[in-house]
């Protein structure tokens, strides 16, 4: 049975930094993609940021030199690592799982086969 469990997440100020983790079991994690998600009231959920099988990594726009994607594959844990937060990142963090992808496809939701249940991030101002 596949699990996909986030931890981490909290409340901080604006500006501050949090690490969020995903512990992946009930599967072959080194071999699936894997990405965040994030959905705040009233929107749709967004792609944040993916990391392939190795370490090439892809960011949406919103988040490129704050956040951080890495995996260990030896504990079939993945991470995300945010920095100077902002309110604008105040949502629901979701951890997902899919095989292989294209590039173009990696942060597209519906790509996406295993989903955890989330951790709530809030950065205040």
């Known amino acids: 049975q596949v699990q996909l469990v986030e931890s981490g997440g909290g409340s901080v100020q604006a500006g501050g930094s949090l690490r969020l983790s995903c512990a992946a079991s009930?599967?072959?994690?080194?071999?699936?993609?894997m990405a965040w998600f994030r959905q705040a009231p009233g929107k749709e959920r967004e792609g944040v940021a993916a990391?392939?099988?190795?370490?090439?990594?892809t960011y949406a726009d919103s988040v490129k030199g704050r956040f951080t994607i890495s995996r260990d594959n030896a504990k079939n844990t993945l991470f995300l690592q945010m920095n100077s937060l902002t309110a604008e990142d105040t949502a629901l963090y979701y951890c997902?799982?899919?095989?292989?992808?294209?590039?173009?496809?990696?942060?597209?939701?519906?790509?996406?086969?295993?989903w955890g249940q989330g951790t709530q991030v809030t950065a205040s101002s």
């Open positions: 009930g599967y072959t994690y080194s071999t699936y993609y």
């Open positions: 997902a799982a899919a095989r292989p992808l294209p590039a173009w496809y990696l942060l597209r939701r519906s790509e996406y086969n295993y």
């Open positions: 990391i392939d099988s190795g370490r090439t990594t």
